[in-house]
């Protein structure tokens, strides 16, 4: 990288010289560096459960997002992703604790997800797909040993940034209405409201419930909002299954009731359960773009995420450089991989570790806190399993509506900028491709940079992705043309 990592001075303190620190807690001081930032054991575990109880809905959408088929027609357990979910979660925060030591909490990425779920299964394996993480993985992990991950985030334009993190939220959202049951194929339509126009069912109106529930919540501020709505989603929709109000035949994913114990083993069947190759349908072009889509879902908003929180927590320079930036960024990348072997999708840094931030979190003792509360997730599938998938769904589209407030940050007066970031954000729910979006924003980006004369703003790393994205696009035509099959 060629950001420096600062390392804070060592003072009396952290060398635990004196009486000033308390011996039960001196080893704990001088490897987080606790006194030194300003902070306390008791902040950083309130600090901790904070994070944790804001991204915790992660172990109840996970499952939803990667619930569909694959090219074989195969499905994951949802009891076993569930406990991917929160295995792959607590290895990489408590990683994040004791070696990046900042309060940073790692999860499955919801861009990430959707990428798998959206287009890489529908042409290979579940294990094929969960190789493709550890592939992605392993890509930013070199990325950020060269110090390429920072001029790739430099080449490419801001505007274009914001662009596909909108796009993926929008991906998102549609997800979510659609496994909601709010949106469906239509017969006249592509799409349309409900089965049949309308919407049809209890479990779709507790979708609309616990969305607009969530939605008033994160109007007045309120901490663990989404959380809350789950939660609150799911004890309604208990109930209404208790009573009988519901059919359980309506719910997407069984009635939300518990079956035997609350507590129960982990069921690690997919912890490395991977499969490199086998890929021959589907073509070295397309594997490769699929790398590259998942790379991008989990590229750009890990460096913004982790200097904005650590700038929050005051460890960041006026500069951007923190103690570890270098430590995070590749245990961020690592969280690929580690995903992949736990069978739970890519890991990557969530935005809501500036809760715990805000509640005096300064170090990384906040992030083993979070870690050990998600393995402690992994005794209490039972629980996380009643949740209706209509509820969880209605997360998704939250999630996506979080992702478009970026939007503010495009200059939509300038056309120039504006193009490329509307198709870039309408063609990835449109065409259901990341890639598709992508591709279509970088290549509109350099031609109206051409057609405006300003060929030498383009940097060289533009030109090689728009001539990439061209071939991607023109592949089937071209083959076609050749009489290859």
Partial sequence: MTQQSVEPKTTAEDAGAGSRVPSGRSWLDRYFHITHRGSTVAREVRGGITTFMAMAYIVLLNPVLLGGEDVAGDTLSQKAVITATALAAAVTTLLMGFIGKVPLALAAGLSVSGVLAGQVVPQMTWPQAMAMCVMYGVVIMLLV??????????????????????????????????????????????????????????????????????????????????????????????????????????????????????????????????????????????????????????????????????????????????????????????????????????????????????????TGLASVVTGLFFAACLFFTPITAIVPQEVASAALVVIGAMMMMNARHVDWADRATAIPVFLTVVLMPFTYSITAGVAAGVISYVAIKVAQGKAREIGAFMWALTLIFVVYFALNPIESWMGVH
């Avoid at 929008?170 to 126009?197: R, S």
């Fill in 145 to 362: 040993v060269t110090g390429l991950r920072e001029m790739i985030m430099n080449a490419i334009p801001l505007a274009l940034k914001h662009g596909i993190t909108m796009g993926i939220g929008l991906f998102i959202a549609i997800i979510g209405l659609v496994k909601g049951g709010f949106v469906h194929g239509g017969k006249a339509t592509p799409l349309q409201l409900g089965p049949a126009g309308e919407l049809a069912g209890w479990p779709v109106l507790l979708f609309a419930g616990t969305l607009l529930l969530i939605f008033m919540l994160q109007a007045r501020n309120t901490p663990g909002a989404i959380l809350i709505g789950i939660v609150t989603g799911t004890i309604v929709a208990a109930i209404l299954n208790a009573t009988g109000v519901i059919d359980p035949k309506q719910w997407a994913n069984g009635a939300p009731e518990l079956h035997g114990s609350a507590v129960s083993m982990p069921d690690f069947s997919l912890l490395g359960d991977l499969e490199f190759g086998g890929w021959g349908e589907v073509g070295a072009m397309t594997v490769g773009m699929i790398v590259f889509t998942l790379v991008l879902a989990g590229f750009f908003d890990a460096m913004a995420t982790i200097i904005g929180v650590g700038t929050e927590a005051k460890l960041a320079d006026d500069k951007g450089r923190m103690p570890g930036l270098s430590k995070a960024l590749f245990i961020d990348g690592a969280g690929g991989a580690i995903g992949g072997v736990a069978g739970g999708s890519g890991q990557t840094v969530f935005v809501e570790s500036a809760t715990g931030v805000g509640e005096g979190a300064r």
